[in-house]
């Protein structure tokens, strides 16, 4: 009995040991620079895009009123700066406020509180505009929530530039912090939450089991950007990308940790995530997908592959 008891004693002190290790040992911030450079660019690109026509998305007579979108919401925990104005005066001002913030988010300005803010107004203009959302903005208000949390700033940013010239001397190495780690983890976790969903939902139709699933995709007009329809002509090629695709949307999650099968998983995501850019006319989506699947990038990897470059 005492040996049952031991083992198990045992066995709860490895889980406890890899649970800290996995959040709680030090990581370079190199990897978290990265995706604030790549996301705040796709952030400040796709909130530059409601400027194209603001006030028909946020303004008194938009498509959704400020009226429906609080009606909208009631009950929930949500929030929005954009419910208490219409004013187009007042509506440029904080849009072009907002965009200013992100581009100093993006450049690592003041970085620990432009990440704040970028993240506040992410979610602030998901909150009102719920009738244009689609997964971009969820990608984007998900990155930008994690990214506050790390210094995103300590490197590849305005931020270290003024330090150094400052100091008037090369600065050390930055230090690896246990903040970087929690934000890179929560971004690799919630990517994999992202596929695991994705996947088990895609499973309960008929068209990811009997292989014609990416003929569907690609047939449909509405999502052509390039015409790949002569696919038809090698059905068994379709049906492969269709159970490949569907394979490893499930499995993402087991197949992204082993170093063995994660070249291949993070593969295989820009394969996905490229076609959709290229061929189905989702540029914006397919990208920030790519950004989110960099968090399993090392960052001695980005510092080196870095180096290299400059």
């Known amino acids: 009995m005492n040996q049952v008891v031991q083992a198990a004693k045992s066995w709860l002190a490895d889980i406890v040991v890899g649970w800290n290790r996995f959040w709680f040992t030090p990581s370079q911030p190199h990897t978290l620079a990265l995706l604030r450079i790549l996301g705040g660019a796709m952030l ?63 450049v690592g300005l003041f970085t620990r509180v432009t990440s704040v803010l970028t993240c506040l107004f992410t979610i602030s203009y998901c909150h009102r505009l719920e009738g244009a959302l689609f997964g971009l903005d969820q990608v984007n208000a998900m990155l930008a929530m994690y990214l506050m949390i790390g210094p ?14 400052k100091a008037m001397k090369p600065l050390p190495r930055p230090i690896a912090t246990t903040s970087g780690n929690i934000s890179i983890r929560l971004i690799q976790v919630h990517m994999c939450i992202i596929y695991l969903f994705g996947g088990i939902s895609k499973l309960r139709g008929d068209m990811w089991w009997d292989g014609t699933a990416v003929w569907y995709a690609i047939s449909n007009l509405e ?12 059905p068994w090629f379709i049906a492969l990308l269709s159970h490949i695709t569907i394979f490893w949307e499930t499995f ?31 540029i914006t989506f397919g990208t920030a997908m790519i950004i989110g699947n960099m968090a399993f990038l090392p960052p001695s990897w980005v510092e080196n592959a870095v180096n290299r470059m400059t």
């Open 44 to 106: 400040l690109y796709t909130h530059l895009v409601w400027a194209k026509d603001l006030l028909a998305f946020l303004g008194p007579d938009s498509w959704i009123p400020r009226a429906a979108s609080i009606e909208l919401h009631q009950g929930t925990y949500a929030w929005s700066h954009l419910w208490y104005f219409d004013s187009p005066g007042l509506l440029w001002t904080q849009h072009v406020v907002v965009l200013i913030v992100m581009a100093m988010f993006m």
């Open 152 to 165: 995103c700033g300590a490197v590849y940013s305005v931020d270290r530039w003024l330090a150094k010239r």
């Open 223 to 234: 999502y052509q950007s390039l015409d790949m329809t002569w696919l038809v002509h090698y």
């Open 252 to 282: 993402y999650c087991f197949l992204v940790w082993p170093r063995a099968t994660r070249p291949i998983t993070l593969g295989i995501a820009v394969c996905v995530h490229g076609g959709i850019a290229l061929f189905l006319g989702m």
